[in-house]
């Protein structure tokens, strides 16, 4: 099947610094890709929708300034925490779509531990 | 609006056990209807998807059929290996455009040998 990669696995920081994470769709254009947020013993949580080109759709209580989102080509979206603080700590789970009906293929996570 | 109800866990059960684990949706139209797997410590596998009423899908061993009566997604599997403990995730998708899957809260499975 389609591979998508995060990078990085898994980062630990400080409060107040920022954080980039990196999603890849490795072998096919992914048009859309989503992020979710999983805590622990819990379900994914949409973040946002983000198309190629145009700027990400955000769900309801999620914070746009806080958690920028950016999918400048085909194959990579990326997404920073600003001002990164420990309730941000948590698993970052980025899908992507190559179009209508296709398959997500989702990525490994990210799991960031903010100090 | 769209939701995805599935059992409560952790389920446990002993090697070559039957398994079932329930879901069951709420949506408007025909959505498709998935399960997804998550190992320890990993992203989530597409384990197996229906997307029209009636459809089974299958894969490594489990199986699941889309109950439009019923709006159920049940999984299950024969004969459960200990390789099988993960975590399960029923979702479901309206495909009318490029829409994000919408999760159950997963269930954790622990197969004992």
């Known amino acids: 099947g389609a591979v998508v990669s995060q990078h990085p696995s898994r980062v630990i920081c400080k409060s107040g610094t920022s954080v980039k994470i990196e999603c890849r769709s490795l072998d096919f254009q992914a048009t859309t890709m989503f992020w979710y947020r999983q805590f622990p013993k819990q379900s994914l949580m949409l973040m946002a929708t983000s198309n190629e080109g145009s700027k990400a759709t955000y769900e309801q209580g999620v914070e746009k300034d806080k958690f920028l989102i950016n999918h400048a080509s085909l194959t990579l979206s990326t997404l920073t925490v600003t001002s990164a603080h420990p309730e941000d700590s948590s698993f970052y789970i980025c899908?992507?779509?190559?179009?209508?009906?296709?398959?997500?293929?989702f990525g490994p996570g990210t799991r960031l531990l903010v100090l | 609006g769209n939701s995805v109800t599935q059992m409560e866990g952790p389920v446990t059960l002993s090697e070559e056990a039957f398994l079932t684990i329930n879901c069951t949706y709420t949506a408007t139209g025909y959505p498709s209807l998935f399960w997804y797997v998550q190992y320890p410590g990993e992203g989530l596998q597409l384990l197996l998807k229906a997307t029209k009423a009636d459809d089974k899908g299958s894969n490594k061993g489990f199986e699941a059929t889309y109950r439009k009566e019923t709006t159920s997604f049940h999984l299950e599997k024969g004969s459960v290996q200990v390789s099988d403990s993960a975590v399960y995730f029923c979702a479901l998708r309206k495909d009318s455009g490029n829409t994000p899957l919408v999760f159950g809260k997963g269930t954790r499975l622990s197969v004992i040998a």
């Open positions: 899908s992507a779509s190559g179009g209508a009906g296709e398959t997500q293929y």
